[in-house]
C-alpha cells in the first residue's frame, strides 16, 4: 500500500515536472534567442542525464615534456590484440629496419580487450593542437592519447592488476622486438673539437648466427644453452650467495671453429649486446677501467685473441718494472678489473675470451673461478656437417633417404682435420647439391692425402733423427 501510494506520487511528482519543463520550453522558443537557448539545453540535458556505470580513463601521450610511459606501452600492447570486427581504418608502417609490417590504431577507432572477464575498451584519439601563434608562428602538433573505459567496479582492478599487465606485456614484447647491437671502440664518437663523447660507437648486430646453424656437437649446444638459460634466471641465487651476476667464457680452438659465431649465437639468443674489446686500442689500466664501466647491463664483453695481446705477456716482470710504466695496461689490472671492479659495476654481464693456443695462456686467466666455463671448439664432425649440409644446401644427410654423397662425406670427415669454415666454403662454391657435394668430397681427400704426408714426413724426421742419436751415441761410446 505504502508503495503503490509513494510510486503514484513520484509518478505524478514526474508528470507535473515533465509538463512543467515542456511548459518552459515553449515559454523558452518564444523568448530565449537561439544560440542560448541551445546552451541552456546542452546544460540541462547533462544535469538529467543517468549517471554512467563506465568509467574512463585518460593516457596522454605526453607527461609535461616527458613521454608517458603507460601511454608508450599501451602503443605496443594494443598491436597484439586482435581487430575487432567494426573495425574500419587501421595504420599499417614497416621501417627498413623492422622485419615485419605493423599494423597500428587508427585515430577513433577502438578495440577490445578482457582481462580476467573484465571488459575494457581502449579508444586512440588524436586532435591538432595549435600554440596559439599566427601566419607563420602557427605551429601545430598532433596530441594523442587513449580513452580507457570499464565498469567502474573494476577501477582497483584496472589499476592495480591490469595497467600492470600491460606495462609488463609491452617490455617483453618490445625485448622481443629488440636489434642486438654491436658495440665497438673503433667506431666511438667524437664532438667538432675532437673531444671523445663516447667511449664506444655502435651498430646494429647483423651476424646472423644462431644456436640453430651452429655446427656444434649437439650435447655441447644444449649444454651451453641451459647455461645461459641458467646464467638469467638466477639473479636472486647470486644475491643470496653474494656472488656477483657475471659469467666469464673462454673459447678456444684453431681458427675457423666458430668462436666468433658462437659469440654472436650467443648475444642473439639472450638478446645481449656486445661490447667488442680490442685491447690493442688500450693503453692503461685506467683506460681500460674507465672504457669498461661505459658498458650497460645485459651485455656480452668479448676480448678476442687474448694470447696475441703481447702487453699481457709481460706480467712476470717484477713491480719493480711495473713501476717504471705506471700506466700500462697490464694483465693483472684486467684480472683485478675482471675478479673486483667489473663485478660491482654492473648486472647481467657476461665476458668471453677467446684463444687460438690456450696453451698460451697465462695460468692466472684459466685460474678455476675466472673463466666460469671453457668451451672447446674444434673440427668439423658428422653432426656438425650435417647442419652445414642443411643450412647451406636444404639437405638433411640424417633422414631416411640421404643423399649419396653424404655417406661417402661422413666417412671422411671424421678422420680429416677440417674445419667447419672449410666445409662451409666448400659447401657455398656451388647453387647445385650434388656439385657442391661433390667438390666437398674432392676437398676431403685432398686435405687426407696432405695430412698422410705431414705425418710421412714427421715420422721420417723423428727416425732421422732417433737414427741420428744412435749413430751420434755409438760414436761416443
Ligand atoms: N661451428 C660452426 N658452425 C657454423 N658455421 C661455422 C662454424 N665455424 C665456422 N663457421 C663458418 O666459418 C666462418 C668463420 O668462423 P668464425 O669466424 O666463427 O671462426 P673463429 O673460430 O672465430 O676463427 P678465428 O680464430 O680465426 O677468429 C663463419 O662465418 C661461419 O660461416
Ligand atoms: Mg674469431
Redesign the pocket.
Known sequence: MTTTTTASSMFSAYASFAGSMMLVRSMANQLIPDPIRSYLYSKLNYLFTPLSSNLTMIIDELSGAARNQVYDAAEVYLKTIPISPSTERLRVRKTSRQKSITIAMHKDEQLSDTFHNVKLTWHFKSTEATNGGNGRNKKSAEKRHFELSFHKKHKDKVIDSYLPHVLARADAIKEEQKVVKLYSRSLCSYDDDMTLISSWGSANLE?P?TFE????DPEMKKMIMEDLERFVRRREFYNKAGKAWKRGYL?Y????????????AMANYLKFDVYDLELASIYSNHELRRVLLSTTNRSILVI??IDCTVDLKNRKLKDKDYSQLPNKLTLSGLLNFIDGLWSSCGDERIIVF?T?HKDQLDPALLRSGRMDVHIH?SY?TTS?FR??AS?YLGIHGGGNDPHPLCSEIEGLIESAEV???????ELMKSDDADGALQGLVNFLKRKKVESNKTEDKSEGSTEKAKRQKTDEGEETE
Open positions: 651476424h648466427s646453424t651452429m655446427a656444434l673459447l680452438g684453431p681458427p675457423g671453429t666458430g668462436k666468433s659465431s658462437l659469440i654472436a678476442e685473441d677467446t687460438n671448439l668439423c656438425g647442419i652445414l643450412n674445419t667447419p669454415a672449410e666445409v662451409a666454403e
